[in-house]
């Protein structure tokens, strides 16, 4: 649906100002290869932060009471 969407702005902005539509043709794929280094960095800083997150709450998880296994009925 958002395709879509994109697709029909598109096809107005064809009809509004066809260089400018060319134009966002042209550049849409340049911006996008741009932005990947982007991505990556964001997915490094996410993975780091939650590996930082899993160091400093593991101590509770090692102190945390266990709870005795359920007996199945049946």
Sequence with gaps: MKLLFG???WCVLLVLC???ALLAVILFPLLWLLSIPFR???MVIGATLRLVKAILYLPARLLEPRRPLEVRAG
Excluded: I, N, V
Aim: hydrophobic share 90%; proline share 11%.
């Design 40 to 42: 990556l960095l964001a």
């Design 18 to 20: 066809w260089p400018l």
């Design 7 to 9: 697709f029909f702005l």
